[in-house]
């Protein structure tokens, strides 16, 4: 018994990662972070800006996402988000424009509370990048 | 009759269109795959949204306090269109079938006695429609800037959308299309995506009872806005990639069409040059006969 699972990462543009060879990925869920081993029970739940930690027999990778849903199902990992970068591509520069963005959006008045929570949590994650 | 003068002028007019349209063309095809590739890469992005959602809507056991985006307002006083065009001509029928769709709706809903109101995406549809409806357009958005359709600018549209239902504009939104089916074939198509038609959709829910982080109702509220953008964005995607192909087998027929006038007009020519040596030689002839 193999314990290994598959997972699918698509953006709206393609489908970014495909993998069949994972036996864990850790997720930023919207109310902690979530670790998936096989046979987990299904679920769906979304993310919040953090770190995805996908590890497999073929190397381990680390992903920054934004925002995202999570579907698991039959040992099926389907990750949907609209913004994610492989942590190995983003160098100071990236990050810092990133960081900068978060931080104007958060200067502004008018948001509401939720979203508040969720640049706050942004910031918090760009910081620990480098 | 025309003089030979003329019909040579003509002839090099008529090439020199030909050959701007066989560079449309070879253009059109270039963009078409990259269109087409994009399309289908986008797919799976909407279909597993589609999946969860429909997942999603099957547990919900309170169908009463389900979001308004799924539900509806329980009206369907007010209808939003969003009509989705083009901002560049010379491709065919493409923008003319989505408007006669469009127009077509239009006109029945406005005979049930229901009011109308109209977002053009693409300066072509705003074209069009100012003339009839122009009271009815609220807005009017074009991305002539951007260069391949993207889910920044398709975000931004849903935005609009949503902001608008939000404080209660409207009751029903519908967008319309074109489905890229093939170059030849582009189906213009109305779907409604405010409130959420799940008959549309093939049945594909599992039985299967999902665990949900955090419950349902938060997951969905959260969702249901994100998958407006994606629907928005998977027909700009297919609009896109029919636009080009439209455009493709216009010019196509264009160049087809200036070939046959070429040949036609060539014949013309050498008919009527024959026609004046004709002339000419009787007259040298009879000339000399007379002496």
Same mark, same amino acid.
């Given at each position: 018994?193999?314990?290994?699972?598959?997972?699918?990462i698509?953006?709206?543009? *393609?489908?970014?990662?495909?993998?069949?060879d994972?036996?864990e990925?850790?997720?930023?869920?919207?109310?902690g972070?979530?670790?998936? #081993?096989k046979?987990h029970?299904?679920?769906?739940?979304f #993310? *919040?800006?953090?770190?995805?930690?996908?590890l497999?027999?073929?190397g381990d990778?680390?992903?920054?996402?934004?925002d995202?849903?999570?579907?698991f199902?039959?040992?099926?990992l389907?990750? #949907? +988000?609209?913004?994610?970068?492989?942590?190995?591509?983003?160098?100071?520069? *990236?990050q =810092?424009?990133? #960081?900068? =963005?978060?931080e104007?959006?958060?200067?502004?008045?008018?948001?509401?509370d =939720?979203?508040?929570?969720?640049?706050? =949590? *942004?910031?918090?994650?760009?910081? +620990?990048?480098? | 009759?025309a003089?030979?003068?003329?019909?040579?002028? %003509?002839?090099?007019?008529?090439k020199s269109?030909q $050959?701007?349209?066989?560079?449309?063309?070879?253009?059109?095809?270039?963009?078409?795959?990259?269109?087409?590739?994009?399309?289908?890469k986008?797919?799976?992005y909407? &279909?597993?949204? !589609?999946?969860?959602?429909?997942?999603l809507?099957?547990?919900i056991?309170?169908?009463? @306090?389900?979001?308004?985006l799924?539900s509806g307002?329980?009206?369907?006083?007010?209808?939003?269109c969003?009509?989705?065009?083009?901002?560049r001509?010379?491709?065919g029928?493409?923008n003319? @079938?989505?408007?006669?769709?469009?127009?077509?709706?239009?006109?029945k809903?406005?005979?049930?006695? $229901?009011?109308?109101?109209?977002?053009?995406?693409?300066?072509?549809?705003?074209?069009?429609?100012?003339?009839?409806?122009?009271?009815?357009?609220?807005?009017?958005?074009?991305?002539?800037e951007?260069? @391949?359709?993207?889910?920044?600018?398709?975000?931004?549209?849903?935005k609009?959308v949503?902001? $608008?239902?939000? @404080?209660?504009?409207?009751?029903?939104?519908?967008?319309f299309?074109?489905?890229?089916?093939?170059?030849?074939?582009?189906?213009?198509?109305?779907?409604?995506?405010?409130?959420?038609?799940? &008959?549309?959709s093939?049945? !594909?829910?599992?039985?299967?009872?999902y &665990?949900?982080?955090p419950?349902?109702?938060?997951?969905?509220?959260?969702?249901?806005p994100?998958?407006?953008?994606?629907q928005?964005f998977?027909?700009?995607l297919?609009?896109?990639?029919?636009?080009?192909?439209?455009?493709?087998?216009?010019?196509?027929?264009?160049? %087809? !069409?200036?070939g046959e006038m070429?040949?036609?007009?060539?014949?013309?020519?050498?008919?009527? %040059?024959?026609?004046a040596i004709t002339k000419?030689?009787?007259?040298?002839?009879?000339?000399?006969?007379?002496?």
């Amino acid at each position: 018994m193999s314990e290994e699972f598959k997972i699918e990462i698509v953006n709206p543009e *393609k489908s970014f990662l495909v993998k069949d060879d994972v036996s864990e990925v850790v997720v930023p869920a919207y109310e902690g972070e979530m670790g998936i #081993l096989k046979d987990h029970i299904s679920i769906i739940s979304f #993310l *919040k800006p953090g770190i995805i930690k996908i590890l497999s027999k073929s190397g381990d990778e680390s992903y920054y996402i934004e925002d995202g849903i999570v579907e698991f199902k039959n040992n099926n990992l389907s990750i #949907l +988000t609209s913004s994610i970068f492989n942590i190995a591509d983003i160098d100071k520069f *990236k990050q =810092q424009d990133l #960081l900068k =963005q978060a931080e104007e959006e958060s200067g502004k008045e008018e948001i509401s509370d =939720q979203s508040r929570y969720l640049i706050d =949590q *942004k910031i918090e994650v760009l910081k +620990t990048l480098n | 009759m025309a003089s030979l003068d003329d019909l040579k002028k %003509r002839i090099a007019s008529v090439k020199s269109t030909q $050959k701007i349209t066989k560079a449309m063309k070879m253009v059109a095809a270039a963009k078409l795959r990259k269109a087409q590739e994009s399309a289908e890469k986008g797919r799976p992005y909407s &279909e597993k949204m !589609n999946n969860v959602i429909l997942n999603l809507s099957s547990g919900i056991s309170d169908k009463e @306090n389900a979001p308004k985006l799924l539900s509806g307002t329980g009206n369907d006083k007010v209808h939003l269109c969003v009509v989705m065009t083009s901002d560049r001509g010379l491709c065919g029928g493409f923008n003319s @079938n989505i408007i006669k769709k469009a127009k077509s709706y239009f006109s029945k809903i406005l005979s049930e006695g $229901k009011e109308l109101k109209i977002i053009t995406v693409g300066s072509k549809g705003n074209d069009q429609l100012k003339r009839m409806y122009g009271d009815k357009i609220i807005e009017n958005i074009s991305f002539k800037e951007s260069k @391949n359709a993207n889910y920044f600018d398709a975000d931004k549209v849903g935005k609009i959308v949503i902001d $608008k239902f939000e @404080n209660s504009e409207f009751d029903i939104c519908t967008i319309f299309y074109n489905q890229f089916k093939n170059v030849i074939t582009q189906i213009p198509q109305a779907q409604q995506i405010i409130p959420l038609n799940s &008959e549309d959709s093939e049945d !594909n829910t599992s039985e299967e009872s999902y &665990e949900f982080e955090p419950d349902e109702d938060e997951i969905l509220s959260n969702l249901l806005p994100k998958n407006i953008s994606t629907q928005i964005f998977k027909a700009m995607l297919e609009n896109s990639a029919s636009e080009q192909g439209s455009r493709m087998s216009a010019m196509d027929n264009a160049t %087809r !069409n200036a070939g046959e006038m070429v040949d036609k007009l060539t014949i013309q020519y050498n008919r009527s %040059r024959q026609a004046a040596i004709t002339k000419e030689l009787i007259e040298i002839i009879s000339g000399a006969e007379s002496l």
